[in-house]
């Protein structure tokens, strides 16, 4: 079996020395800055709480429906004493930093650098910018007390799964995850029943996780009735929070 062995020589052993030294500074230089957005997360982001991650479609444009809906929500929920957190983009997102930027709470914007779509929106108290999605995806849901999530693309899909995956897996906290647009999400979570649950890949409970709702003064009172069901305080929203402004 000794001799079954591959042979994957570690960064050290390479023969070729500038190879190995270019290889290793261009690694540890990565660890780095995905260590300084995590840094630079925490420092800005601990004391907003409560605090309520909304994203959707980067594509939606300023007279969809969406968008005014979007709007409305995030400024109810900034009234309401949370901080909204969005990406700091166009589309669902702007909307999003518009309403909370309009409303008392802080409006936090966390930016991704792409190729195209994202540019950072005009509607951010607290605005950070990441190169990593991973650093960006841990920030959306390590500082939520709940998430809500408009219609949107892959991204949109990418954060709803990381969310579900890791409160069924128990490797973050419970929280509310509300799923705007009736007509939008029926037909996932159709198939989601279908071929997930009935196959046993999932099991029923866990649809439970999410719940649907269309009327924005309904998602701030599902918001509020989840932690008195499950007799949560949420986070102060005091002085600390609007203090990082």
Known sequence: MESDRKNVPPLRQLKN???????????????????????????????????????????????????????????????????????????IMEAANKGAFEGKSP?????????????????QNISLSFRHFFARKVAFVKYADAYVVMPGGFGTLDELT?????????????IPVIL????????????????MVERGMIN?????????????ANIIDAIFAFYEAHDIVLPDSGSQAHSLL
Do not use: C
């Open 204 to 216: 029923a409970e866990d649809m439970q996780l999410v719940q649907v709702i269309d009327e924005p």
């Open 17 to 91: 020395i500038e190879r190995a030294t270019s290889r290793k500074a261009s690694e540890s230089w990565q660890m780095f800055t995905i260590m300084a957005e995590f840094i630079d997360a925490a420092e800005r982001l601990s004391e907003i709480r409560p605090a309520v991650s909304l994203f959707g479609s980067a594509r939606t444009s300023v007279d969809d429906p969406d968008y005014e809906k979007t709007v409305d929500i995030a400024r109810r929920l900034s009234d309401a004493g949370f901080a909204v957190i969005s990406g700091g983009g166009p589309g």
């Open 162 to 174: 990381e969310v579900l995956t890791l409160i069924q897996t128990g490797k973050t906290k419970r």
């Open 107 to 123: 409006s936090v914007g966390l930016n991704i650098e792409l190729p195209r779509e994202q540019s950072s929106n005009a509607w």
């Open 180 to 195: 705007v647009g009736t007509h939008f999400w029926h037909g996932l979570l159709e198939w989601i029943n279908k071929n």
